[in-house]
């Protein structure tokens, strides 16, 4: 069993209402559709089961697999062969059923042209003993397979058989390679279901970027780089650095994309970055309704999912809102900045525009589970339950099902369902300041809990899981709609240097310093590890006239010994001018081993209204370990 952050008195509230939490690893469980809708189902986790294999081309052939799935490969031996093979299901029956649909888990890797040559198909009247082409099939539309850049499972959402109602039918994969290229597909838990599929969104346009740019085109605006095929990688890719960071502006444009006809539409890719400063202004996505960089007038798309900036990993970027832009035809570029600084590399294939309406949005908004797998730091709508609340302690976090024992205003959980609540199913929604906070906590409202709730925010960790801060916009169950806001003390992003802080060297050779890109750093490493204590100091703050405020920031802590962290990179408060200093907690510190950027959680000032105080970080080290700690968006608010 996979260890969790539950804590121990979460496991107090069984028999409350709700579900207790369980550290039971669900990703190791299969969850099945209600058992009194399946009609047909084969998890492959023994082998072909029912299905039947039929090669019409080429010696590779659908085979079982020990690791629990059936896959068809034409690559054999380091060798590339041209194949066409069938799996057929068994008759399944569909007489007296008015509507269905069928699902299925796969994973598509390598193909030339995934959506041509990984296809399904559904047939009436074959017979196992014949070859497919005996009789007439009929493919059945689905949502375009994309590469997911590794070997992960994906479900391919609903598929209608509804048309084929009142029937016997066969469904059927086929799969078709080359000499030139041979994907791979790896198939398992394909189940046939009473009901009426979700609508499915069609394809507009893709370019996988699989063999080249295709119809996309380069414009470089400054520096001698540019986009390029990578066939190692299969995808275009852009780095400005050669030897050295070079300063850079190159754009990868796409043809015209037709939306005249279309009333809603998104488009997505997969993308992978390393070495950037900061993605989201480095690596960036716009739309124009004209030609080239230089006449157009490009508007930016905002990315909800951006890549982890320390490994080459394809993420999706999320449903990227085209909708405002029906009825006309436009073209959508990625842009890449570096500079002398930083020059980081960025990837980008599988890339599609929809018919279809966008998740995350006011209208279709995100499922907790979809807002758990986009943790980055996009902005979106997420639909759920409230019930519980997260509260930080020493080390650890605590999350409670029951609204009984709430004593604080800051955080509320939101989850899919009121039962069966994991750690990895769950959203710890931090509460601004305001009209938000002050109708939806559970120390106030305990009639909230599970009630369901509609909010706009920011999608990052929070409480030691995944998480949602910055919400602006709410809607209750009542359907009130409201606007949070907070205003705004003080603010330091660090994006051009250390500001109005001033730095206190008490002991070894390194100093608290800028980076462009990554903000406020310190470090006691330089070829070895240095012992260090060294503060960074904000101006005095004038409070007498405030009756509350509060403090974030963004920070990311690595190379050192995680279990540290709350000891040797913390935070202090003065109220004479710096004489004596009382620690302040910190609510949400990074992972500790990675370059991933967390929001603080919000601290609580409001003991200091009514005073003047400075704040400082403090760093320390010791000659057997030795973090950086970078800080950034550094905002004190009412």
């Given at each position: ?5 539950i ?9 409350m ?13 299969i ?32 085979a ?5 799935y ?9 060798t ?37 040559e ?16 005996a ?17 992960v499972f994906?479900?391919?959402?609903q598929?209608?058989?509804t ?8 469904i ?6 080359t ?8 198939m398992?838990n ?17 370019n ?10 380069t ?14 990688y299969?995808?275009?890719?852009m780095?400005?650095?050669a ?10 444009i ?12 998104y ?5 992978a ?6 993605p ?8 124009s ?10 508007t930016q798309?905002?990315?909800l ?9 394809f ?19 990625l ?7 930083a ?15 966008a ?44 609204p ?15 039962i ?9 929604v931090?509460l ?6 002050n ?21 990052t ?27 705004a003390?003080y ?26 890109g ?13 012992a ?6 904000s ?16 920070h ?5 010994v ?9 935070l ?5 001018s ?6 302040l ?27 003047k105080?400075k ?24």
């Open positions: 069993m996979k260890k969790t952050n804590y121990s008195l979460m496991l107090l509230v069984v028999g209402g709700f579900a207790s939490c369980s550290n039971l690893d669900e990703s190791k469980v969850i099945a559709p209600p058992q009194t809708n399946i009609i047909y189902s084969e998890t492959f986790a023994t082998g072909l089961g029912q299905f039947t294999a039929k090669s019409v081309t080429g010696a590779q052939v659908w079982e697999s020990t690791s629990g059936v896959m068809m490969s034409g690559y054999a031996s380091s590339n062969y041209a194949n066409e093979d069938w799996l057929v299901s068994p008759e399944i029956d569909l007489t007296g059923v008015g509507a269905s649909n069928l699902t299925f888990e796969h994973c598509a890797r390598y193909f030339a042209d995934v959506s041509n990984a296809t399904l198909w559904v047939s009436e009247g074959y017979k196992t003993d014949s070859l497919p082409s009789v007439k099939w009929t493919q059945l539309k689905t949502s375009s397979f994309a590469d997911p850049g590794s070997w994906g479900n391919s959402g598929i209608s058989l048309a084929f109602s009142g029937k016997k039918i066969r059927a994969f086929k799969y078709i390679s000499a030139a290229k041979a994907g791979t597909w790896e398992r394909f189940y046939v279901q009473k009901g009426e599929a979700a609508v499915n969104a069609q394809l507009v346009y893709s996988s970027f699989a063999y080249s740019i295709g119809d996309f085109k414009q470089s605006v400054t520096g001698a780089q540019v986009w390029t095929y990578s066939s190692s299969t995808c275009m890719a780095s400005g650095y030897s050295s960071n070079i300063a850079n502006e190159d754009w990868l796409s043809p015209p994309i037709d939306l005249t006809n279309i009333t809603n539409s488009v997505c890719f997969d993308h970055g390393r070495y950037f400063g900061t989201s202004t480095e690596a960036t996505v716009w739309v309704t004209t030609d080239t960089v230089a006449s157009a007038n490009w798309l905002p990315v999912n951006y890549f982890n900036n320390s490994s080459f990993t993420v999706n970027t999320g449903n990227l809102n085209l909708s405002s832009y029906a009825g006309k035809k436009i073209r959508i570029a842009k890449y900045i570096s500079t002398t600084a020059a980081g590399t960025w990837e980008v294939r599988n890339f599609q525009v929809f018919n279809g309406m998740s995350g949005i006011d209208t279709n908004p995100f499922t907790v589970a979809n807002a758990v797998t986009y943790q980055s730091g996009g902005s979106a709508w997420v639909t759920g339950y409230i019930v519980g609340y997260s509260w930080p302690f020493v080390n650890q976090y605590a999350y409670f099902f029951t009984d024992t709430c004593s604080q205003r800051v955080n509320v959980l939101l989850g899919d369902t009121t069966n609540l994991y750690s990895s199913k769950i959203l710890s931090q601004p300041r305001g009209s938000a906070r109708v939806m906590n559970l120390k106030d409202n305990k009639a909230n809990m599970g009630k369901r709730v509609k909010l706009f925010g920011t999608l960790p929070n409480s030691g899981i995944a998480g949602m801060s910055n919400i602006t916009k709410y809607v209750l169950p009542d359907g009130t709609t409201g606007t949070a806001s907070t205003t003390f603010s330091e992003p660090f994006a051009t240097g250390l500001g109005t802080f001033t730095t206190n060297n008490v002991t070894g050779a390194q100093v608290w310093s800028f980076a462009s990554y903000g406020a750093k310190m470090t006691g490493f330089t070829t070895v590890n240095n260090n204590e060294d503060w960074l100091i101006q005095e703050f004038d409070f007498t006239n405030q009756s509350s405020a509060a403090l974030t920031f963004d990311t802590i690595n190379k050192g995680v279990a540290n962290m709350r000891t040797e990179q913390t202090w408060v003065s109220t004479n710096g004489t004596t200093w009382t620690q907690s910190i609510p949400t510190y990074p992972a500790g081993n990675t370059w991933t950027y967390v929001n603080s959680g919000e601290i609580n000032l409001d003991a200091y209204a009514g005073k105080i704040l400082a970080f403090k760093y320390t080290c010791t000659t057997a370990s030795s973090a950086t700690w970078e800080i950034k968006n550094f905002l004190i608010y009412y």
